[in-house]
């Protein structure tokens, strides 16, 4: 089938913040850096509003938690597409029917749907799992973000210049 | 203003993978790994299709740029806030207009704006970059992403059989 393991963009896991309303305000610009806040004491680093009793790195685990089922179930659609073609269409058919936004509510729907379905979901789970323990370079993603905003800045910067320079030799 | 430092969830940064078709089949379920694929040789992970000449931890640190901008233009818009009112209100129309989805296409739309508006952008940039080389906590999100997977499945698996067993007292 033409969409088998390519799933749907709308199927991808995504889930970011809610931005509760932050009172607090900071008057200095450029930023100048905090020596205490209400929740992280005596730290030097910048204030993030909006993310209530969260972190930004719990908000992004949970994205990061959602990548890795819709990964997982990635993985189990094209180890299924030629060994177990009835349970592949079974998948298929289900992606087509529920989003992958949220990974966890995907598993526990699927979970319900049959007997066999509750393998697939079971297999999901298994693979997400070993894949986010085992498989996923975690340092790997931290060079590849890390390299991404200095070359994306320099980029931006340097586009403009040359932008700016041309219209004003023009 | 009401919506000030609080960005609507239509204007968090979301980037996934396309998902070019893999013809690549795998015959073996349960998972058997693999001991060499054509993009890696002599690994034992598993294959994971439809990233292209990507990779998962690439699509992940793109995403996470985005996520980066978007906490950027947060804590800028926090430190504006009192600041400077009239900048702050540039920043929030601006976000009106423009889509923080794809956080270098915001930055680069906001310097050709106005000269304002340029160096707002400079000013996300900059924090953006500190933020993530600095404020991120790494080690942070990798351990709560491994322990959202382990509860995750945990929690499924118990919802489940405890629906299942209070079914079959009925």
Known sequence: ????????????PYVYPETPRSNKV???WPCKRRSSQPTRLHCNKMY????????????AAKNLHNFFTYVAVKIVAAQLESYNPEAYEELIEFLGRHSLN???KFCATMFRESSRHKNLALRIMEVRSAYCKNDFEWDNLKRLALKMVTESNT???TEY??????????
């Open 26 to 28: 900071y008057p200095f």
């Open 1 to 12: 089938m033409e969409f088998s393991a390519t799933l749907p963009l709308s199927q991808l």
């Open 155 to 157: 980029r931006l910067m």
């Open 48 to 59: 993030v509003p909006g993310f209530g009793e969260a972190s930004p790195e719990a908000k």
């Open 102 to 104: 949220d990974g966890d």
């Open 161 to 170: 210049v040359l932008e700016t320079s041309i219209e004003s030799e023009k």
